[in-house]
């Protein structure tokens, strides 16, 4: 049973972090790139949340203005991780 928790835990956490598709790509161990892509995709769906919330008048702009305060130091970041030495 343990050996069935263990490879259900080893799968789930390959999907999740999509180590084959970052393998495939000479990625694999690269995780400054790794982290970049995720970064990227919590980008994307930060700017459909800004979207979707745009046109709201029942959410107030405060919070509207905090969110895309969010998503600049999330592009801030990604900047400052480029620049950080791989090796």
């Known amino acids: 049973m343990k050996k069935q928790f263990d490879k259900w835990v080893d ?6 972090f999509q180590t084959e598709k ?10 400054v790139f790794q982290a970049l892509v995720f970064a990227g995709n919590a980008s994307e769906q930060l700017s459909l949340a800004t979207t979707v919330l745009e ?5 107030p702009n405060k919070l509207k203005t905090e ?14 991780l480029r620049g950080v030495d791989k090796n």
């Open 11 to 16: 799968d789930r956490t390959k999907d999740l």
């Open 22 to 31: 970052f393998e495939a790509i000479g990625k694999g161990d690269d995780y």
């Open 55 to 59: 046109s709201l008048n029942e959410v």
């Open 67 to 80: 969110l895309k305060s969010i998503q600049q130091q999330l592009h801030d970041f990604k900047d400052k």
